[in-house]
């Protein structure tokens, strides 16, 4: 099989993977936020409650702009909910507020792989760019090693990838261990681990394409170099 058809497949099961992620979270998440939970707590409420009930009242909770924006800062010691977690009583609000209260909790016990990841960040935005940039001009100049630089540091933003799977699985599981206990009944955990699940699915699908977008490269440019 001809290897630019073979680039040009990946490519396309690629971008189908992703977008397939985006529209499973985004129908999920909008699916349980029309549910209201029984006790009628907000995002904000919520996390507020998780966090000072694990001695984390030193941490703020702050109202943020975007769609599924929410994440917590650990530098600055601040999680951050969209609009509609912070005010929403949803399933969904409750979900996604206590998966964030779930990475809070992951740094006050110095969880390893939230450590790594955190010190990982510079390196892996340094990564991205000189990546972008090594790709561009080794195409545009016909030079391999600039072409090699650039997918030598995609395996870097694969490894960051791989190594934010379980931050997030064990956020996840936190977050629903702490609202089975206190804030959710039975029917409403099944329904807020389904908006978890879902979101757990796109970083799932972030290492795929990454994955896939790695075999790409070395398909089209191993093959020259074999030349």
Same mark, same amino acid.
């Given at each position: 099989m001809d290897s630019y058809f073979l680039s040009y497949l990946l490519i396309f099961v690629g971008f189908f993977i992703t977008l397939y992620a985006q529209i499973h979270i985004t129908n999920t998440y909008k699916k349980y936020a029309k549910v209201n939970n029984k006790k009628g707590l907000t995002g904000r409420e919520t996390a507020r409650q998780i966090l000072d009930s694990h001695g984390l009242s030193n941490i703020y909770i702050? @109202?943020?702009?975007?769609?599924?924006s929410d994440h917590y800062d650990p530098s600055r010691k601040v999680i951050r909910l969209s609009r509609e977690i912070y005010h929403g009583t949803s399933i969904s609000s409750l979900a996604v507020a206590a998966h964030e209260c779930g990475h809070a909790i992951q740094d006050k016990e110095n969880y390893s792989f939230l450590r790594f990841r955190s010190m990982f960040i510079p390196i892996v935005n340094f990564a991205s760019y000189a990546g972008y940039f090594a790709l561009l001009f080794g195409i545009?100049?016909?030079?391999?090693?600039?072409?090699?630089?650039?997918?030598?540091? @995609?395996?870097?933003?694969?490894?960051?990838?791989?190594?934010?799977?379980?931050? @997030?699985?064990?956020a996840s599981k936190r977050a629903l261990q702490i609202l089975e206990g206190n804030y959710l009944e039975k029917k409403e955990k099944e329904s807020a681990k389904k908006v978890l699940t879902a979101a757990a699915l796109t970083y799932v699908a972030s290492v795929v394409t990454t994955l896939l977008e790695i075999a790409r490269l070395l398909l089209i440019f191993g093959n020259r170099d074999d030349s």
């Open positions: 702050v @109202e943020t702009n975007g769609f599924l545009l100049f016909q030079a391999l090693d600039l072409i090699y630089l650039g997918i030598a540091l @995609e395996f870097v933003m694969l490894f960051f990838q791989l190594i934010t799977l379980p931050v @997030e699985f064990d």
